[in-house]
């Protein structure tokens, strides 16, 4: 038997990081597959719907139930394995396991009790003159690894490393009648646009959709349908509506000293002109570009005045009018690395002698710190805006366009926001033209007048070539940007997968495209 109880109306399980709230009758916590297994079964029987849960940092309100129960994955948390194949080393993972606990182990090289996934794995991984790590970086590192496939998720080091689709090896899927499937990457692919595997004692086979994942621009925007596609591709970025991750094996890669900087700009327009030089130098090479305008620098600048304590870094500088955060690897060329920095700095108003560098933890968590205020500070205004006004939530953009569209999109956001009267900040991802435009919102009309803009940011960005979901996915809250997408035709042809996989639409129900009952 599985643990079961009532969800509380205050529940932590009927939100997630977009302060989305729901509504649910029952959380179940398994412990191990078999249980999962089971909660499914005994819940497709009565046609209950689930909502699948982890460490609920989801920002879309993926795992926000609007009715049924919840299970929370919770338990199910632990790296299990070592395995090394022709690519590399990888390792086995319960869907809940953090990204933090994965680099943990990985990092303090234990690996005791662990499983060789292939013969010799442990000591082999252990022999290496430098540890391993799991390198997408979802900025989130306590987001579970479970839901960081669901959404194909991403985050800064994208820029060098790819979303999390890229790193997957194999899942165990549990499917929404309580049977599962076991399979690697190449184990089932489909043929055209045909696709079929067996599960259990059923076989599946059906049509995948007609149109082409975008894989231009940064994408999590539903799973990657194309010819020939692998079934491991349909389940990333699925967001829980064909099954449930219960196990997964990811790619991990040698570990690197790395060195952070942060460069400081008179204007928002100098930062971004040198963010389109070092993207476009082979040497300066960063790991990651982000960005913090103007009004995000204001931002920190008021929050730290109200209380010190609430945002551990220096003061930023008088003369810093904008800002751009990367990391560089420690190589045996930096000093002439740094001399390009120098030049590009100089050449838009910057200097490396006003900048901040550091290669030590504290320093370079200090820099982590100052990036991730801004969000976090976000995040806790909208919270706070929940006892007045319930229904809000945050609004925040994520867009992405390939790099020839980037200025055009920059000034879209400006101009729109500006002629709304909305308050606003611009951060993150430049790198791969993603930054975040969070919305800071007052009232209810405001509400109302962001989700108007924001209808409007999508509509540019897909005309643009790009992605109104470059990495937290669909979820409920930006459901209606699919049809923006792939068209009426291709959310129907989703639909129609759905209902073959899962003809009672238990799972997930409202994420990514309705499914009517």
């Given amino acids: 038997m599985f643990y079961r109880q009532r969800i509380r109306s205050d529940s932590k399980y009927l939100t997630d990081e977009s302060k989305m709230t729901g509504r649910g009758e029952h959380v179940i916590i398994p412990v191990d597959d078999s249980e999962l297994r089971e909660a499914v079964r005994i819940n497709n029987s009565k046609g209950n719907p689930i909502t699948v849960a982890g460490m609920r940092t989801g920002v879309c309100g ?283 700095a100089e050449r838009h108003g910057g200097s490396l002698d006003r900048s901040w560098c550091g290669h030590e933890e504290r320093d370079r968590e200090r820099m982590r710190e100052l990036r991730h205020s801004i969000p976090r500070s976000i995040f806790e205004y909208v919270a706070s805006l929940k006892g007045e006004m319930p229904g809000i939530h945050k609004m925040g953009t994520d867009m992405s366009v390939p790099d020839s569209a980037a200025d055009e999109m920059m000034s879209f956001y400006s101009e729109q926001l500006d002629a709304a009267g909305l308050e606003y900040v611009v951060f993150g991802h430049i790198g791969n033209n993603h930054p975040h435009v969070e919305i800071i919102l007052k009232s209810m009309e405001d509400f109302e007048k962001a989700n108007e803009v924001y209808r409007r940011f999508a509509e540019k960005a897909v005309e643009l070539g790009g992605s109104p979901s470059a990495e937290h996915g669909i979820g409920k809250i930006k459901r209606d940007y699919m049809q923006l997408m792939y068209g009426e035709r291709g959310v129907e042809e989703i639909r129609r997968i759905k209902t073959i996989l899962d003809p009672k639409n238990i799972l997930c129900r409202g994420n990514i495209v309705e499914v009517p009952q």
Avoid at 128 to 145: A, C, K, L, Q, R
Avoid at 151 to 166: E, F, L, M, Q, W
Avoid at 222 to 240: A, N, Q, Y
Avoid at 295 to 315: E, F, G, K, N, Q
């Fill in 62 to 344: 993926g795992c926000v139930p609007t009715e049924g129960d919840v299970i929370s994955l919770e338990r199910m948390s632990g790296v299990l394995g070592v395995g090394r194949d022709e690519r590399g080393y990888f390792v086995r993972v319960l869907p809940c396991t953090t990204i933090e606990e994965i680099n943990r182990v990985l990092r303090a090289r234990d690996l005791s009790g662990l499983e060789d996934v292939t013969e010799g794995a442990r000591e082999q991984l252990l022999s290496e003159p430098v540890p391993y790590f799991y390198p997408v970086d979802p900025t989130e590192m306590n987001g579970s690894i479970g839901g960081n496939i669901a959404c194909n998720a991403s985050g800064p080091r994208t820029y060098r490393y790819g979303p999390t689709r890229d790193w997957v090896r194999r899942l165990r899927v549990v499917l929404p009648e309580g049977q599962y499937i076991d399979f690697k990457r190449g184990d089932y692919r489909a043929e055209g646009r045909r696709m079929s595997f067996p599960a259990g004692r059923s076989y599946y086979s059906f049509d995948i959709p007609s149109y082409d994942f975008n894989t231009d621009v940064k994408n999590a925007a539903g799973p990657m349908f194309h010819e020939d596609m692998d079934l491991i591709d349909m389940f990333v970025g699925s967001e829980g509506i064909f099954g449930i991750i219960s196990e997964a094996d990811v790619y991990v890669a040698p570990w690197h000293p790395l060195v952070s900087n942060i460069l400081f700009f008179p204007t928002d327009a100098d930062c971004l002109a040198a963010v389109r030089e070092i993207r476009s130098d082979g040497l300066v090479d960063p790991e990651f570009m982000e960005y913090m305008d103007c009004r995000s620098l204001d931002l920190i600048r008021r929050v730290t005045a109200s209380d010190p304590a609430l945002i551990r870094v220096p003061r930023l500088p008088d003369y810093a009018g904008s800002a751009l955060f990367f990391d560089m690897q420690l190589t045996d060329d930096m000093p002439a690395r740094y001399v390009r920095v120098a030049e590009i």
